[in-house]
């Protein structure tokens, strides 16, 4: 079979370090045994425009395999041109890059490796919450030209105990995370999703549910947001909604970038509606580098906690998902069952409820 990966460029970083498994060097480790069972792997990063390698190769390829750190583009039209293509494959978690109503009618399988950096992801969650509270990038810049005006970083800067946080989704990463928070004694611990959380694990937690998103907003000093981004959250977080978030809340979003309005959050943040805004996702990625999230400061010059797609890819997570990836091809191969967590869209209809209520 022709199996077509879409990675990212690791460059010397990837020469050096082997353990960079998603890049186009290290190929997820899966390139001999690929070839020793027969198969043809292809691998790029280089994956816009209809002269690129992704989209010349789509046509003829039974096998896709993407991160969502380098996301390979699947859209609807793609997915008419790829005749041979059967099953797709997310080295990680999240397949928003993917039609997924596209592969349900054509009868194309999508799975992802559910679970593999999900505690990667909640740790940055909760170093991005700490980060944007306690006012943390300024202070280490003011440190970095030389200065040393302690009033300066210390007026803007807070402590997490006594805060209300609220998570936008209360899945894996979204429950990891208030699990994490536990220890920091935050006022209360919200949150918002349309499947309730199990009685024990809310408890576990002590985490309310909140059923209307702008009485969520309201209430929640920090907000974080762990959703995928479907037809029913694109968007979710834009001017309307900023409207109704608290004053000077802090947002931290490692779910999908689109899940926000780029230039509604840019504004709220430089207008002093919300003090900060975290993560790693963009709407486009990678992010062109006028991106107003790049430079977006807050009134008093701080509030950005801004970094590439990376929570999801450290060295742990890679040899997670790399091994989750050769899982899933040999159960394709072998005619085997896929772990029921990991499908995402099955043999022409949704397996999962986390991609919007259908
Ligand atoms: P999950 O499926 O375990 O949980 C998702 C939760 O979101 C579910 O409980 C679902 O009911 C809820 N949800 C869906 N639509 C919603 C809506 N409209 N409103 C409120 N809640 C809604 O998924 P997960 O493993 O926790 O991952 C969540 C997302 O995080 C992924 O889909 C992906 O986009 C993102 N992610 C990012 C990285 C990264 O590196 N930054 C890594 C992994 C995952």
Same mark, same amino acid.
Request: include cysteine.
């Given at each position: 079979m022709k199996v077509l990966a879409i990675l990212y460029k690791g460059g010397s970083a990837a020469e050096q370090e082997?353990?960079?498994? #998603?890049?186009i060097e290290n190929q997820l480790g899966i390139r001999d045994w690929l070839e020793s069972q027969g198969h043809t792997l292809i691998v790029t990063?280089?994956?816009? @425009?209809?002269? +690129?390698v992704f989209q010349k190769n789509? =046509?003829?390829?039974d096998i896709l395999i993407t991160t969502p !750190? /380098? *996301? #390979?583009?699947?859209?609807g039209d793609l997915v008419s041109k790829a005749?041979?293509?059967?099953l797709c494959v997310t080295? #990680?978690? @999240? +397949?928003? /890059?993917?039609d997924l109503n596209a592969c349900v009618d054509r009868k194309i399988q999508v799975l992802e490796v559910t679970g593999s950096n999900v505690v990667s992801v909640a740790e940055h969650v909760v170093m991005s919450i700490l980060l944007l509270v306690r006012n943390f990038v300024p202070a280490h810049e003011m440190i970095e030209r030389g200065d040393w005006m302690v009033s300066e970083v210390a007026r803007n800067a807070f402590d997490l105990e006594g805060k209300v946080v609220g998570t936008l989704g209360a899945g894996r990463i979204g429950y990891r995370v208030l699990q994490r928070l536990l220890? !920091?004694?935050?006022?209360e611990l919200l949150y918002y999703d349309y499947a309730a959380l199990p009685a024990d694990a809310a408890k576990a937690v002590g985490a309310r549910r909140v059923e209307d998103l702008k009485d969520f907003v309201s209430q929640c000093d920090v907000i974080t947001i762990n959703c995928p981004l479907h037809e029913g959250t694109r @968007?979710? =977080?834009n001017a309307e909604l900023l409207k109704h978030v608290k004053k000077g809340a802090w947002i931290v979003n490692t779910?999908?970038?689109?899940?926000?309005?780029k230039d509604a959050i840019a504004e709220a943040l430089k207008a002093g509606q919300i003090n900060g805004y975290a993560g790693d =996702?963009?709407?486009?990625? *990678?992010?062109?580098?006028? /991106?107003?999230w790049r430079t977006m400061k807050n009134p008093i010059g701080g509030g950005n906690g801004m970094v590439p797609h990376y929570s999801g890819t450290t060295l742990d997570a890679q040899a997670r998902y790399a091994a989750g990836t050769k899982s899933i091809l040999e159960n394709f191969f072998n005619n085997k069952p896929q772990e *029921?967590?990991?499908?995402?869209?099955g043999i022409g209809k949704y397996e999962t409820k986390a991609y919007g209520q259908r």
């Open positions: 082997p353990r960079l498994l #998603g890049t990063d280089d994956k816009e @425009g209809p002269n +690129s789509i =046509v003829d390829a !750190f /380098h *996301p #390979g583009y699947l859209t005749k041979n293509l059967k080295a #990680g978690v @999240g +397949s928003d /890059h993917i220890p !920091f004694n935050c006022k @968007g979710l =977080v779910a999908r970038g689109a899940i926000c309005d =996702v963009w709407n486009v990625q *990678p992010a062109p580098k006028d /991106h107003p *029921p967590a990991n499908v995402i869209v």
